[in-house]
């Protein structure tokens, strides 16, 4: 069956420090994956998706990127976090098979 | 530019009753297909339905029933004899090929 795994759940980071969230997934192979971010009382934004190893594009420009080094691996990134960027993210598989959603990670930026 | 639309930002109704949060959205594909999400406090996504755009039969599921109107580019969702374990946010979204795009979500509370 399919799987996401996300992690960290929650994070609680300083202004100016890096970050580096993961998903993966199980049960599938060359997944289209995807990023979103919900900002605290917002809708979900599309970050990233990536429709295979080394294909990023991103749909909002900023200070985060993401990288997938591995056909079922996308990692998202920041060399130095803002107070913005805390919300809640999302990673998800969306493809033939039908749409997974990963239990998410709490960015808390301080 | 395809679009999904959730008017209604917060909605509050008395328990056991019925509510009807809409969802309107703008796309020339012809194929693609329609959901609805709930996200409790919790924050994970809880998968509700999912309908392509050739199917406009209407679907009820227990206190769930969803209307999808093609002519008028809508995809409702009413829930019947509201609970208060109804309360989350209620994204409805939109797919099309490598596309996934949420609406901006309707917040429901559910009163005792």
């Known amino acids: 069956s399919q799987t996401i795994h996300q992690w960290p759940a929650t994070l609680v980071q300083p202004v100016g420090s890096p970050l580096s969230l993961e998903c993966t997934v199980e049960?599938?192979?060359?997944?289209?994956l995807y990023w979103y971010r919900q900002a605290a009382g917002r809708g979900l934004q599309l970050l990233f998706y990536?429709?295979?190893?080394?294909?990023i594009s991103s749909e909002v420009p900023q200070n985060l990127s993401a990288s997938r080094p591995q056909d079922r691996q996308f990692i998202l990134s920041s060399k130095k976090l803002l107070l913005s960027d805390s919300g809640f993210y999302l990673c998800a598989w969306i493809g033939q098979g039908g749409e997974y959603f990963g239990p998410g990670t709490r960015l808390t930026v301080l | 530019a395809q679009k999904v639309t959730q008017a209604q930002t917060e909605i509050s109704v008395v328990e056991k009753e019925d509510v009807t949060l809409d969802c309107v959205y703008e796309t020339r594909d012809t194929t693609y297909y329609l959901f609805w999400y709930k996200q409790p406090p919790s924050g994970e996504l809880v998968f509700l339905i999912r309908r392509n755009s050739f199917d406009e039969q209407n679907e009820i599921s227990g206190r769930y029933s969803w209307n999808f109107q093609k002519s008028t580019s809508s995809f409702n969702f009413t829930i019947t004899a509201s609970q208060v374990v109804d309360s989350a946010v209620y994204f409805c979204?939109?797919?099309?090929?490598?596309?996934?795009?949420f609406g901006p979500g309707t917040r429901l509370s559910v009163l005792p």
């Open positions: 049960g599938t192979s060359n997944p289209n």
């Open positions: 979204a939109f797919s099309y090929g490598q596309n996934f795009v």
């Open positions: 990536s429709v295979g190893i080394g294909q």
